[in-house]
């Protein structure tokens, strides 16, 4: 459960309640919109141009540099980041060349910034607050196609390090560009932390209709949910009796900027008897389908989770690795999808799993952590701060006494019942209530077939069919893919014009660079071992007194290229029988609901109550529909516990 004061947890149950939504939008942001590109005419040994363009306008210290600023014993200098340390340390742009004694430079260092087209309304240029440094004399200037002067601002005798003006909206801008003539200092470089205007809204409360999120950690496929991995969606629906989000209006502030791609962050919460707003993350969503009526009020907004994007991104550098764990495989996906390590957790249990051979073919990156999921019996998901969870089985499979959830249980519950670490949800709290039995989830057979990799003898694996022409003092790159996936100890060889360059060997073939002094044709010519499935084995659990009780309920398990040998195999099956061997009724209510409730969290509901007779059930919450109106209600659904 989101950790929310005990006031929060009496308002939320309270009769006369009112919950209220907010949504922050970033409608420019360089980090999605990929079209930002930044351009400096000169760089310092250590600077990150793009880094004036991610919000942040103050450096994590003052940097150490040799311009005469450092002094042993000075404990407020910091060392600057290295490479591959960009994502730790705020730095920003630093430029090579130095100030004369009046500040003036012989070449105006200079910064540019393309984009898509679209309106500023503000200019920012921030300096460096740790050293009190800043440009004097400047000039910003907007541009549109064709390299239009749209409007120009001339600052002289600037004396604020962070220097900002509002301006009246400038439409369809596509460069912005900065050029210092002056520095505060002499005999410094410039140091520019912010300059591109990110566009941010928050909307709260009056700007919101309503918004229904849809989370949920296992998906039913008329199956054991074994590998689960599942998109979190929001729709939101917008005041806009203003016209303000009209595609076509140019008056509006988000003209051009109404599109696909905008990260979204929603809260749900309420007001406290004090005035403050206590509100609870319902998580991190980019925009995937805009719908605005112009005949209505309304604009609707539906986005999905980063696990939607990584749907459609191709992780295409595998190779072949040797004894790699699956924590190890997981990273390795989930970096090359260009996700930093805050935004994601991979459990530590995934280490002790290490598959002999492991690769993938170009597939997305969701489907290669689905196999890492499906192999480790785990499930992946985001949580509502954003982050990609990938978990082992002791989430999917733990037991209620080691859960550690916070307690919120009914003062009416009868005094003799235990209470243990789960939210309570009375009958008053819900709306309609079911305890469905799904045999579709039950097993008592089950198999586990292992897919067993063995290298074969050296092989051509690879030829080009037709020669390539290639001219003199021309390059070419091209990709290779093998004749069979995987392969090992693959060498390349070419025959006729032509030298090859640089290669990259992946598990499903190579990228290749060609080089020729002359005009011809060449082939490209692969030989390797390939990898093949040999000698496969079936790992069987079963369960006599289950199979009596409901008949054989058979479930094999789906042909999984990272489950290679037996002892993995027969762990698989022993853990999915054990979960799943008996009939278990779940939960289906709709109720009243708790934002700060939260997938994998634990609550207790009374499964029959009389006067004489009070049991419960406990349960992992598993898919939660929320939908806030002003008020909220909310349909759950929970896999039983105990």
Known sequence: MYPVSQEFQDKVR????????????????????????????????????????????????????????????????????????????????????????????????????TFFSRPIRSLKVAGDSKRNEFPVDFTITLYGEGDTILYQETVTAN????????????????????????????????????????????????????????????TSSGSLPVGNISSNEITIRFNNESKKFDIGNKQSSLYNLIKPGRRIRVWAGMEKDNGEQELVPLGVFWAKNWNIPEQKVYA????????????????????????KSLYDLAIEVLTDAG???????????????????????????????????????GQVYCNREGIIRVEGSSFTQKRIENSVVTTFLKAEFPANVEIVDAYGITMDDCFSKSNPSRMEKVANIVEVETQPLRPGAIQEVYQTNEGIPI??????????????????????????????????????GAGITVTSASTGTFKIIANGEPLTVQNKDKAIAKDNTSIIENGELRYTFPANPLVQDVAMAQNIADKLLAYYKDPKADLNINWIGNPALELGDVVTVY?????EIQERGYYYITKQELEITGDLRARLEGRRAI
């Open 14 to 113: 309270a009769y006369d309640r009112k919950i209220f939504g907010k949504v922050q939008i970033d409608y420019s942001d360089p980090f999605i919109d990929q079209s930002v590109q930044i351009v400096t005419n000169e760089n310092n040994y250590t600077s990150y141009p793009r880094q004036i363009a991610d919000g942040i306008q103050a450096p994590i210290g003052k940097y150490i540099a040799l311009d005469g600023t450092w002094t042993l014993g000075d404990d407020t200098l910091v060392l600057a980041p290295g490479p591959g340390e960009e994502e730790k340390a705020q730095m920003g742009w630093w430029g090579s060349s130095l100030s004369d004694a009046n500040g003036g430079f012989t070449t105006n260092p200079k910064l540019t910034v």
């Open 159 to 218: 004396a604020q390090v962070n220097w900002n003006k509002n301006i009246e909206q400038i439409n369809e801008v596509v460069k912005m560009e900065l050029e210092i003539s002056k520095w505060n200092t002499p005999n410094r470089c410039v140091k520019i932390l912010e300059f591109f205007t990110s566009i941010q809204e928050t909307y709260s409360q009056d700007d919101i209709f309503s918004i229904e999120l849809l989370e949920e950690r296992e």
């Open 300 to 323: 609707e907004l539906v986005g999905r989770d980063r696990l939607e994007s990584l749907r459609n991104t191709t992780f295409s550098t595998s190779i072949v690795e040797v004894n």
């Open 339 to 377: 996700l930093k390590e805050n935004e994601y957790w991979v459990d530590e249990e995934l280490k002790d799993i290490v598959i002999p051979y492991s690769y993938f073919e170009q597939q997305s990156h969701r489907e290669a952590l689905r196999k890492i999921a499906e192999a480790g019996l």
């Open 471 to 508: 001219a003199a003092g021309e390059t070419k790159t091209l990709t290779i893919y093998f004749n069979s996936t995987p392969c090992i100890d693959v060498s390349l060889s070419i025959e006729g014009t032509g030298t090859i360059q640089s290669s990259t060997i992946y598990a499903w």
């Open 607 to 611: 499964d029959y109550y009389t006067e």
